[in-house]
């Protein structure tokens, strides 16, 4: 589950598998018609994709991974996702297990889930992943295994500070990398500069063409990124950094950015770590979570 949207994935066995993608609803555009916001909507909308995706696998499901971005009690209830902020107080693993009655259910943080699955594909046990889309989000993997660990949290490399005097995150601080880089700030600053509203589709193809609106917006979230991906390095060692998420894995270019960034802040007796895409693109929590379904 994302901000934005929402990938499903059964797989069983075999190699038959079906899969679909959906956004979540958005408010109606009158202030005056706008309802209070809720989950009653969303949650709507994910039974009925999660029903439709069963009538096409057609079989039982013996048990479900769930990768989330919002951050969880010991009961499984949101506490808070800035994301979708009408879904505080949700009780999301009981709604869950309303979903799928017959399924043992598990849920992780997206992130950690993410790092996991592109740690599995590129065979590689010590790597930082950033995942940059709605928000960003990521993880940590030494040795094999997520950090901070089981019963310590996530890894929150979205809420790394690289800039103290920057934009005001969602999470309350000034300068998170989240604020600067993810999709949605790159697309304000782009605003800014162009004067006009920009959807993503009119980015890229700014970024493209090198309209010098579309690369200085881009540039600054590269930069961004990339002293985050320095301090990680700095930290954890890893032999290998890759960045997805469906925002990065849709602007050609942008992780070539990142990593001529990274490569200029690199210090003497510390050679750059190779900064690469992630090879799931904005999948690689999904398929995290079909690993957390099937380690069950």
Request: charged share 20%; net charge neutral.
């Amino acid at each position: 589950m994302g901000g934005t949207k929402v990938a499903l994935r059964i797989e069983g066995d075999g190699a038959r598998a079906v899969g679909s993608v959906f956004r979540w609803p958005t408010a109606p555009e009158s202030p005056s018609t706008r309802p209070r916001p809720d989950g009653t909507r969303d949650l709507a909308a994910l039974a009925r994709h999660v029903g439709l995706l069963r009538a096409d696998w057609g079989g039982p499901v013996e048990a479900v991974g769930v990768a989330m971005p919002a951050t969880l009690d010991g009961e499984g209830r949101v506490v808070t996702w800035p994301g979708r902020p009408h879904w505080t107080g949700l009780g999301l693993r009981e709604e869950l297990r309303g979903l799928f009655p017959e399924a043992a259910v598990r849920i992780a943080d997206d992130g950690d889930l993410a790092a996991l699955a592109e740690a599995g594909r590129a065979g590689c046990r010590n790597l930082v992943y950033l995942g940059v889309g709605t928000g960003i989000g990521g993880g940590v993997v030494v040795d094999g295994r997520p950090i901070p660990g089981p019963g310590r949290g996530s890894c929150e490399v979205g809420h790394v500070v690289v800039d103290r005097a920057g934009e005001r995150c969602d999470c309350g601080r000034r300068g998170c990398v989240q604020a600067l880089a993810s999709g949605p700030a790159t697309l304000r600053r782009a605003a800014g500069l162009l004067g006009l509203p920009v959807p993503f589709e009119a980015l890229r193809e700014g970024f493209t063409a090198g309209a010098d609106w579309a690369v200085s917006a881009v540039e600054e979230s590269g930069e961004a990124l990339a002293a985050a991906v320095t301090g990680l390095c700095e930290l954890t060692r890893p032999e290998l950094v890759l960045i997805g998420g469906g925002f990065a894995s849709g602007l050609p270019g942008f992780v070539p950015l990142v990593a001529e960034h990274a490569g200029r802040l690199a210090r003497p007796g510390a050679p750059p770590v190779p900064v690469r895409a992630a090879a799931l693109g904005g999948l690689s929590s999904l398929y995290g979570a079909v690993s957390l379904a099937r380690g069950h």
